[in-house]
């Protein structure tokens, strides 16, 4: 994990992890604009599973760590051109998770198909694979969630962390299939580019 982290975050030549112990790590930069595309670029992953990060606080230690939330880059289909705002977007996410934020800028080609929101999900509970809105002629309307970098996820729960291979879920006796899809996993992914900021941090 450390020598693909290094590879993948390559511009991070003075990067330290340090093995903490029951699969946790400290990982400390030497520049914040290096902090800030790491946060900003994620989630990422290492052999199929999450790595969750959690910033740096005052006072904090391994046994106070709890990984109860992470944050995904959310797709929005089917909504109409005419809503593509940021008040829109958030209060679609707000339904989803807590917003961080919101891209409907329609900077890739593709992108004009759908809006962007980042939000913070919790881990214990299913993705939802959309939700109905009202548009301003007061038709209810189905749009669409895609998440990006999507993986481990089980198709049966709709819970991350697991697949449905090895979920402990019982299955309903009129349940015949999954309720959740391959198409919930978006192809499209943008990375930012990291500033040059020589601000230092940890």
Same mark, same amino acid.
Request: one cysteine or more.
């Given at each position: 994990?450390? !020598?693909?982290?290094?590879?993948?975050?390559? &511009?991070?030549?003075?990067?330290? #992890?340090?093995?903490?112990?029951?699969?946790? &790590?400290? $990982?400390? +930069?030497?520049?914040?604009?290096?902090?800030?595309?790491?946060?900003?670029?994620?989630?990422?992953?290492? *052999?199929?599973?999450?790595?969750?990060?959690?910033?740096?606080?005052?006072?904090? %230690?391994?046994?106070? #760590?709890? $990984?109860?939330?992470?944050?995904?880059w959310v797709q929005v289909w089917g909504?109409? +051109?005419?809503? $593509?705002?940021?008040?829109?977007?958030? *209060?679609?996410?707000?339904? #989803?998770? @807590?917003?961080?934020?919101? *891209?409907?800028? =329609?900077?890739?080609?593709?992108?004009? @198909?759908?809006?962007?929101?980042?939000?913070?999900?919790?881990? *214990?509970?299913?993705?939802?694979?959309?939700?109905?809105?009202?548009?301003?002629?007061?038709?209810?309307?189905?749009?669409? +969630?895609?998440? /990006?970098?999507?993986?481990?996820?089980? +198709?049966?729960? =709709?819970?991350?962390?697991?697949?449905?291979?090895?979920?402990? @879920?019982?299955?309903?006796?009129?349940?015949? /299939? %999954?309720?959740?899809?391959?198409?919930? @996993?978006?192809?499209?992914?943008?990375?930012?580019?990291?500033?040059? %900021?020589? !601000?230092?941090?940890?």
């Amino acid at each position: 994990m450390k !020598n693909l982290l290094h590879t993948t975050w390559k &511009f991070c030549s003075d990067l330290k #992890i340090i093995d903490m112990g029951e699969g946790l &790590f400290q $990982f400390k +930069f030497t520049m914040e604009s290096q902090l800030v595309w790491v946060l900003n670029n994620g989630p990422w992953s290492f *052999d199929n599973y999450y790595l969750l990060l959690w910033l740096w606080e005052k006072g904090m %230690n391994a046994s106070t #760590i709890k $990984f109860t939330h992470f944050l995904l880059w959310v797709q929005v289909w089917g909504l109409p +051109f005419e809503l $593509f705002s940021d008040d829109v977007a958030t *209060d679609i996410g707000k339904g #989803i998770g @807590k917003v961080v934020e919101v *891209d409907c800028k =329609g900077v890739a080609a593709d992108q004009a @198909k759908f809006l962007r929101i980042r939000v913070e999900v919790p881990l *214990d509970k299913p993705l939802r694979r959309g939700s109905k809105i009202k548009v301003p002629d007061g038709e209810v309307i189905w749009v669409a +969630f895609k998440y /990006e970098r999507l993986i481990s996820f089980c +198709f049966r729960c =709709g819970i991350i962390g697991h697949e449905a291979k090895t979920c402990e @879920k019982p299955r309903c006796p009129e349940e015949q /299939e %999954n309720r959740y899809r391959e198409w919930m @996993k978006a192809k499209f992914r943008r990375m930012e580019e990291p500033s040059r %900021n020589k !601000n230092q941090s940890q």
